[in-house]
């Protein structure tokens, strides 16, 4: 008896030891690949477990804050290491930039420089041990800010002291910013752990109140497979976040960007690594990153909504 011929079609066969397709006679298609230590490896296989949604997590329905609209900002944008401040600061100064919108931005986080890095014409103080010049630097560019009538973003590393001693030294620091009709907002990025709320208590503790203020609670540091309710129990639980809310606080979710990696290879600015461009690499993202930072840039506008007054 004669072997049964084979008819299944060649791109249903199964894919050959090497992870590719089988060769045929003639054929031009270069064969799929895959190394572990590629940089274009998917959110879910770096995380080492279950897979995460490709898509942010849907938030609760954003709070509003007050209205100031019309009002030039001085934002003063905090958070200790490692909580996702940089990628919040680097959203907002793109945003602004390209709406038109003059900004003066400065970065006084000493540990990690990447605000300069990705967003041109972004001020840093002179490289120095003195904390009293940091200081004295903070306190003219303000001023300049005030001079000028321009929006400010302030970029203040973990653990910086530059704000707390300025408003101690000017404990009517936010009353001289509004009586030239400016308003004084407060940004504090924070994870899950209770550590993250120093930077705020600080400021608490010295009496600092700010025009505005709201609470990033960022969504990349949570578990996987836990929800918003979980994720920040004990810090929307927290006594430092209560006393905040009850002085007009506004808690915002930050969704997870689940194609950070490939941004930060290619050292893109979000608008263009959707638009494809290249950056540092030899390639552009592929289109299911480029969809999640798109996706990501979406929720995020979707839930800062509440509070989109405060922006410059």
């Known amino acids: 008896m004669s072997e049964p011929k084979d008819n299944m079609p060649e791109l249903l066969r199964f894919p ?34 279950a897979a995460s949604p490709a898509v942010p997590a849907a938030s609760p329905t954003p709070l509003t804050g007050i209205d100031l609209s019309g009002r030039h900002k001085v934002i003063f944008w905090v958070g200790r290491g490692k909580t996702g401040k940089t990628t ?13 919108t003059p900004l ?3 970065d006084l986080d000493t540990t990690n420089d990447t605000f300069s890095r990705y967003i041109d014409k972004v001020a840093r103080p002179p490289e120095t041990a003195d904390p ?40 009517d620091l936010v009353a001289l910013f509004e009586a030239q009709g400016f308003a004084v907002v407060l940004f504090h990025t924070v994870g899950p752990q209770e550590e993250d709320l120093s930077p705020l208590a600080t400021l608490q503790r010295i009496g600092f109140k700010p025009t ?26 927290h006594s430092v976040v209560r006393r905040a809310i009850g002085e007009g606080a506004v808690p915002v979710f930050m969704p997870k960007l689940f194609a950070a990696q490939q941004v930060e290879i290619r050292r893109l600015k979000f608008h263009d690594a959707v638009a494809g461009k290249t950056g540092r690499a030899d390639t552009p993202l592929g289109p299911f990153d480029r969809a999640r930072v798109r996706l990501w840039l979406e929720a995020m506008d979707s839930n800062f909504a509440g509070i989109s007054s405060w922006l410059p």
């Open 16 to 49: 050959n030891a090497t992870g590719g397709r089988a060769s045929s006679p003639g054929s031009t298609s270069p064969e799929f690949s895959f190394g572990a230590d590629e940089d274009s490896v998917p959110p879910e296989m770096e995380l080492g477990g």
């Open 88 to 100: 919040g600061i680097r959203w907002l100064a793109e945003k602004t930039l390209m709406n038109g």
């Open 104 to 106: 003066l931005m400065a």
């Open 132 to 171: 009293g010049l940091s200081l004295k630097w903070l306190d003219r560019l303000l001023q300049h800010s005030l001079g000028q009538k321009i929006s400010a973003l302030v970029d203040l590393g973990g653990g910086d002291t530059t704000l707390r001693r300025l408003a101690v030294e000017l404990p």
């Open 212 to 237: 505005a203020s709201s609470i990033i609670l960022n969504e990349a540091m949570m578990d996987v497979g836990e929800t918003h309710d979980t994720g920040f129990a004990r810090i929307l639980r």
